[in-house]
């Protein structure tokens, strides 16, 4: 990681997301800075299983201890760019977490099943 630091390139994000380079920017050595500051302020626990955030839609259903290990932007960086690499617009959740609040939860869990052979009569 520090090597990645010292050969950062400086780019303006705001501009960078507004094109729609996302991607680059979830990559990019600033947010992996950001990131870091943010599971470290939230002790690498995940703040809503924890119960101290919700995004008004989505409750736990029950409280426990769970390690965060992914950084969720509060307000998306697509709707404000400007808040990317704010500390405050983001908080620690578990992956779990975090799909739930996507709205990506009940596709998680789903297994299809295939027929091994078409049934022919």
Not at 27 to 47: G, M, N, P
Request: hydrophobic share 35%; charged share 35%.
């Amino acid at each position: 990681m520090k090597q990645r630091r010292l050969r950062r390139k400086n780019y303006n994000w705001e501009i960078e997301i507004a094109k729609g380079n996302t991607d680059k920017f979830y990559h990019s050595t600033d947010f992996d800075i950001a990131r870091e500051k943010v599971l470290a302020r939230d002790k690498y626990k995940c703040q809503f299983f924890l119960g101290k955030w919700s995004d008004g839609i989505h409750k736990p259903n029950k409280i426990k201890i769970i390690d965060a290990n992914t950084v969720h932007h509060i307000i998306p960086i697509k709707e404000r760019p400007d808040l990317a690499l704010d500390i405050n617009n983001m908080i620690s959740l578990s992956f779990e977490a975090h799909e739930i609040i996507e709205g990506r939860h009940r596709w998680t869990w789903y297994k299809i099943k295939k027929l091994l052979t078409k049934e022919m009569w």
